[in-house]
């Protein structure tokens, strides 16, 4: 067993079509400790649900190919093993909750069938009158009465059937859940109600988790370490409170400066100007100078390299990266 | 005041109870919901029970014909609709009732048998060639072939070339449907494997086959059924117009469009001889295509009603 559940080393995924490549995750790399859950956090398009599929293989292809990269799923690298090894995997070591729980159920079978079939998958021997009982104790587990079992997703609400989805992907106990925007489908007041239930779930499980969200006030509630995402890049990598109380890349603190305070009176949200950029064609040198306030002429030219400003806490920006070579 | 007001309250109570004791059991079920919709639809609900009827008496038409099927009667030619003959006689004096009787047994089972048959073989093609994009072209591509001929003459040109006979016409009837059910299975099928439950599949270590069936099929089966079921209907037809034609079934068997092309001859004088299996060839017909509108409005919850 090692320390860490998840290592993932200069991963690159690359969609190809006939006419463009879309660089969609560009050499990332970063590590999850067990029971801790990391924040994958960036704007739409940002690579952050590629990263999770690429973590799961299931980047569809073609068009989508990881060129590169090595991810280490508890000590085993899941880039050289067979699908049917990976099959083996998915749903049980790791597994994955999806963004919109009104279309990631099927539709003509109950949701007790969907539960079981995850445990049956797994247990190749158990009767079915045992997975039953643990789909129902599943069921209870994330707070629907097992009378619930024979019916159908389209009689459940959108934060039941999302609790039916997370009971689905911790049925087997994995060692690391992949959750990819579970809230964002939901209203405010379930959100905090479905978070909550994944955090205690979490704890009592010991799992670790991924959490792909765009909500700020999410990730200060459930991370431990947050990752910030941009044009397919990691530009800041921290805990949770190196990336709230001292973050130091432009975007962060774009992202940050974003969000309303109570107390300030404002008539405009303060927006990051511009937009981010194609990814079949990104811009040369930082990815983000184009829209950063701070940007200087060697910001568009030549790679960015990674600093760390204090350990454990990583910035891809080249004025901390001259101050990092000058300290 | 209070005495009052305290039985407008139990009226009210009863008048509740009385109400709720009417209202039937909400289905839990697909199947039960789409089943409490398909009843709706009386057309669809006479046709079922008139298939079901039809389904008896074939099975039961050796105890109810009051003749043999060719049992013939020289006392007894071309007679019209009488009390002893309600469908009249032949021209072997043969009881058209028992004739009839017998030849659904024939009808219903190459309608069933062959749907079965070009249902099963064109929904796994598809399927494949939907979920196995490197399938899909050839598959397609020869599916596009086979269907492209029209139909009937496919079927005339298998059954000839095979010889007549029960056997071969099923089988030309069967090769003549299956690109229909190919190319619906293979439409819904490219539409559902995108979506993001067959993701979530994936997602828990399913294999392709058990995402196919499980995942998959399910979700695709209401267009197939209803297809199916007018697919029976056109089966029928298929089958005695190349029994017509002489190229299925044999006299002296009892097939409906083989009656017709022997009463052919005594149209101008006896045309019961073929109005009788002509409506029968109608009837069922009628009856399976109501049905399978009545299931094709059952499957589609948007017409609730």
Redesign the interface.
Known sequence: MSENILEVQDLVVRYDTDFESVHAVNGISFHLERKQTLGLVGETGAGKTTTAMALMRLIPSPPGRIINGQILLDGQDIMTISEKEMRQIRGRKISMIFQDPMTALNPVLPVGDQIMEVVQLHNKGMSKAEATRQAMRMLEMVGITAERFKEYPHQFSGGMKQRVVIAIALACSPELLIADEPTTALDVTIQAQVLDMMRKLKDELGTSMILITHDLGVVAEACDVVAIMYAGEIVEYGTLEQIIERKKHPYTIGLFDSIPDLDTDVHRLKAISGLMPDPSNLPEGCKFHPRCPFCTEACKTGEVPVAEVEPGHLVKCLQFAERGQEA | MTASSKTMDQKMAAAEAKRKKRMKKKP???AGETWHRFKKNKLAYIGMWYLIAMVVIAILAPVIAPYGMDDQNADAILLTPNADHWFGTDNFGRDILSRILYGSRISLMVGFATVVFSMTIGVVLGALAAYYQKLDNVMMRIVDIIGGIPQMLLAMAIAASLGSGLRNMMIAVIISTIPQYARITRSSVLTIKE???V?????????DG?IIF??IL??V?SPIIVQSTLGVANAIMASATLSFMGLGIQPPSPEWGAMLAAGRVYLRDYPHMCIIPGVALLLISYALNVLGDGFRDAFDPRLKN
């Open positions: 839990t079920t697909m979506s993001e439950y993701e979530a599949a994936k997602s828990i270590g399913a294999s058990h499980q995942h399910p979700n089966m």
